[in-house]
């Protein structure tokens, strides 16, 4: 498979799934010194090969300019984990919690079994494209496979696309379900 029909069916997952609206989240693989980041506003379900990147991970060239704003969190995760991709999404279930918490902690079996710690909350002040972002994502990403910055959206991490599609989707049906016992819980009672 290439590298194009990678993010082609990953993005389109995302979307599919309600993870990212019709032009959020982003997308890169690692290569060498270079990385294959999703261009900037692009759409994720509908990729084109103009719509993916190639750009210096460890400095600036050419193609900067036209790689995804969040480009500068995807640099420091590659320059100081082993990721070799990276999806960043908008799971909207994930980014309600993270209003209300420092560590989602899932109550699923499933989520339980994936995420035995939870998941890390981080707050900054600026949670878009900032190096804010970069310098508190990088150390919970050396210790999970993904981290939620409060009321912005999700980082995951893996071997590839698909790791972090599943980390991303696997996390958010677990903030369904919490939402819905949540919910539940209290007509119940």
């Known amino acids: 498979m290439t590298i194009l029909r990678d993010f082609q069916l990953t993005g389109e997952d995302l979307f599919v799934a309600g993870l990212n609206n019709s032009h959020s989240g982003n997308m890169s693989v690692r290569n060498n010194r270079m990385m294959a980041i999703t261009r900037s506003g692009a759409m994720l379900h509908r990729l084109e090969y103009s719509d ?38 908008h799971p909207p279930h994930l980014i309600a919690l993270s209003l209300h918490c420092k560590n989602f902690m899932p109550i699923d079996a499933e989520g339980q079994y994936f995420f035995k710690r939870g998941i890390p909350v981080i707050e900054v ?22 981290v939620i910055v409060r009321g912005h959206g999700t980082f ?25 016992n949540n919910q539940t819980a209290k007509t119940l009672t």
Not at 54 to 79: C, F, K, M, N, W
Not at 81 to 88: K, L, Y
Not at 129 to 135: D, I, L, N, R
């Open 156 to 180: 995951a991490i893996g071997d590839s696309l698909e790791d972090g599609f599943h980390f991303t989707s696997s996390l958010e049906h677990s903030a369904r379900i919490a939402l819905i």
């Open 52 to 89: 993916i990147i190639e750009t210096l991970i460890d400095g600036e060239d050419s193609q900067t300019p036209l790689a995804s704003r969040e480009r500068l969190v995807h640099r420091a995760i590659y320059l100081q984990t082993g990721a070799n991709a990276i999806v960043h999404a």
């Open 125 to 146: 002040t600026n949670a878009i494209a900032s190096e804010e972002v970069a310098a508190k994502v990088v150390p919970v990403l050396r210790e999970f496979p993904m």
